[in-house]
């Protein structure tokens, strides 16, 4: 069989290959043979005797031309040694609606691009640059023109992440950027409550100069009440607290001044180092108010930078800040709420929490001198999925007397105020007393005693909390809901000791959140049913 | 004698030209609908196309209409005029021209194409010769 050997190809760009007798798509690597691939020009006879079979056996043209040629590979096993074997055949369409003949140059190839030169660059660079081609670039652009005017009608409003506009630029809020130097182009996104903090380099010379560290800068341009608007809302001082040098907060009583760096006895005093920032917004998304607290400090001679820090945070109108944790599933890290009902109604109005959202349910917090009687008051919030334990030792002398013990004990696993109830959600309003869950108590006992009538004392030395929650609502977006919270105290019984020895036992206190939920089961829509009724007096003359 | 000379076969050939026609335009017309489903058939080559398509439409509407009718003529007799005739088949090389621009210039020739155009052109083919001959007697 007769065997050609193409010569090498040279690399042309646009220009089509048509010859299928030199077109070779398994052809990868350069100047080497490719395995398997039987229209390598790379490979040799001896090369072909080692193949196992012809990776592209047919190379055609279009397939829907009614005649043309095509270059046919196999691999002849039954030569020793094996030999590969070319034929170029002339395949014939069979189908009626074949291609016969066209007179369209481009119909059976993609077109080349254009190449760009400086006259169509423009054009080119109009009709490409977007996010979708079109063929008609103007049209897209006249749509968003007949746009505009009639939005200029409708009231624009802010949206949740939209930067928050004032009369120059937007609400600025310094964040550091790659490293921990401020960076002053942050826009503070509208409902994004932020929090940040940065360094920046100030001395007492350029105190002056910086327009960062002066109060000015953050309370000069008004907001832009919705966006793109001319009802703008002024930035009011809310609070201003100078730091001393050695850390002392002092609250101001005037917060009208405006205080501004300046230079005395070599300090430069009134200098930023904190802004909180309050607006308070309808839920038209409107901005009605907007205030700023400020951190004013000092600095002396020896200071090269300062650290800012700089928070946002976001309230709506008549209603009260509420610390969610969620919403409406508890968010793994953020604390689990948790509240009293209370006392004195039949039944339960509103749950009652601490506005401190850390420190609603809290456990013993591990100190480094392990004394639990020395570090009595160290709390760490219970945050939502972080399973911890804590503990601490107890050194118990002979002279310690049963009760006192046992009640500072349940004050140091339990804290000052336990609370009875968990949120459900992390959203959970203090109104609606049903989606809060009661936390169940349980005591149990660690030498398994069965006689509670115990004439020995009994120390508690354990409380492990255990969380059990569940995936709640839709499964592609499931949140979490806890279902049931149980508090058991382990206790263990206190001998006596002889006097003057001393025990020390170990007191740990352990929170396990437990996902419970059971497996999900898709739903689907009842089948809609065919609800065809006569009227009652259809068959009138006759019933 | 002059009865013989309005020949039967060239009314059997004109009816089924017209029949043969109305499936060769429904045909076509499918045809480039297919054409410009599955290739790419830009605007600029598919109007063309189009375009001609109706206007052999037209034409032939014309031209067997005035071979039937004025063959028939409205005394309800088989007259005999060479003009309409005449007019006939020169409106037939027209039809000839756009059938081979299907056959030879579309932007798109399918073998269908083929096969369709080939048999009118056939049909065409006869048609004049008759048509021919059919003058001829009368002169």
Redesign the interface.
Known sequence: PPETRAPARTHSGPAPVTDVAKLCVCDLLVAQCDVNCCCDPDCSAADFSLFTTCSVPIVTGDSRLCSQKAAIYSLDVEANPPERIFKLIDQVNPSLFCIHATNYKEALSFRSPQMPTSENFDQLLKEFEGVTFSAEPDSWNMNTDAQSPSDANETYRYEYGVPIQTVDAFLRLPSPVVSSWCSDANPAGFLVNQATKCTRSVSVETCGNIQAVSMLFYINSSILAVPKSSQMVNITVQSVVVQSLNGMWTLLNSSDVLRLPMILDELCINIVLGVSYHITYTDAGEIIEAAASFVLGAINKEALSIQQSFEISFTQVNTKPVPLSGNPGYVVGLPVRAGFRPQGYPFPVEILFNTNKYGQLTVLQSTSNQDCLAAQGARTPVLFGYNMVSGCKLRITAAMKCQPLTQTLLDLLKGQTFPEYVASFGNSRAQDVLDWVPITHFQTSEQRIYNTFQSSCQIPISLEIEVKWTKYGSLVNPQARIVNVTATITTTTLKQLPSGRERTIPITSSVVFTDISSPAEPGYKAWPTINVKLPFDFFFPFV | SSYQLSSVPLQILFYINGIYYIFYFLATLA?IV?KSEV????DD?LAPDLALLFIMAILEVLRLYLAFCFLRGSKGNLTEEEAPLGLSLVMTVGSVILSVYFL????????????LNALLLFTYGLESVLKVGAIAAFV
Not at chain 2, 39 to 42: G, L, V
């Open positions: 045809m297919y290739f790419s058939y830009p080559f030879v210039w579309q932007t798109y020739v399918l073998k269908a194409d083929v096969v």
